[in-house]
């Protein structure tokens, strides 16, 4: 499905940015893989180290990269905390620019070169908790409510000049993470990183074509 097409993926080193460049590989695809860290090389693979967070270090990354043909904003990160009117703004600082502001600075870095080039495929990772407030959430659901709707703005904004903006809205996904921080769950219930990557490659590929603004569930048994 993704045979020969040039796939960004961003968070590349966490465990669903691994998965999605295994699924992208095994499509067929041309993996360009971005992250502040690496833990190896990996084959096949261009790693490029950014801060995400910074648009300019993302707009660099980016220049010097031609005809990108899908984009799966991966990076991300989900923190519990204290009530609304309790949280720091260190907590709204770290979710915003750790969900929303990386996903944003991509954004704005590809899309004209998208544009340019006829089209394109973005995928951003909401959350299906963000579909409204949460206790000792409000950071977080704030966060992805945003990539929510920025998935939706675009979507609406770009979808006749051949560029589908979607997201996917995971339930908890099965990361030794989560196992750890909720050892007493069903984990067999968590929908797994493989999962949620072949969901993901799916909405990036010419098969999802007719798919524009769509927050998919993706909750396993959960």
């Known amino acids: ?13 966490g465990v669903l940015g691994r998965a999605v460049i295994t699924c992208s590989l095994n499509l067929g695809a041309d993996v360009i893989a971005l992250d502040r860290i690496f833990d190896g090389e990996r084959e096949g693979v261009a790693q ?3 801060d995400l967070c910074d648009p300019d270090a993302v707009a660099a990354a980016v220049k010097g990269v031609a005809n990108i043909d899908c984009v799966f904003n991966i990076a991300g990160g989900f923190a519990m ?5 309790e949280s720091a703004s260190s907590d709204w ?5 750790i969900n929303f502001s990386t996903t944003r600075n991509m954004c704005e870095a590809v899309v004209p070169g998208m544009l340019s080039g006829g ?17 000792n959430m409000g950071p977080y659901c704030v966060a992805k409510s945003a990539v929510m709707r920025l998935t939706e703005s675009m979507s609406k904004e770009l979808r006749d000049q051949g560029i589908n903006v979607n997201a996917v809205l995971p339930s908890i996904i099965d990361t ?3 196992r750890t ?4 769950a069903d984990h067999s219930k968590w929908v797994r990183p493989e999962d949620l990557a072949a969901v993901i490659c799916f909405l990036g590929s010419d098969a999802a074509r007719a798919v524009h603004g769509a927050l998919v569930p993706v909750v396993g048994l959960s």
Not at 1 to 13: D, P, R
Not at 81 to 85: D, F, I, K, T
Request: no cysteine; net charge negative.
């Open 1 to 13: 499905m993704l045979n020969g097409k040039s796939v960004l993926v961003t968070g590349a080193n």
């Open 48 to 50: 490029v180290v950014v």
């Open 81 to 85: 905390g204290p009530a609304v009117h």
């Open 93 to 97: 600082d770290l979710m915003l620019a």
């Open 119 to 135: 089209g394109g495929k973005i995928v951003n990772v909401g959350a299906l908790s963000a579909r409204e407030g949460q206790g």
């Open 176 to 178: 030794p993470t989560n």
């Open 181 to 184: 921080d909720m050892p007493d």
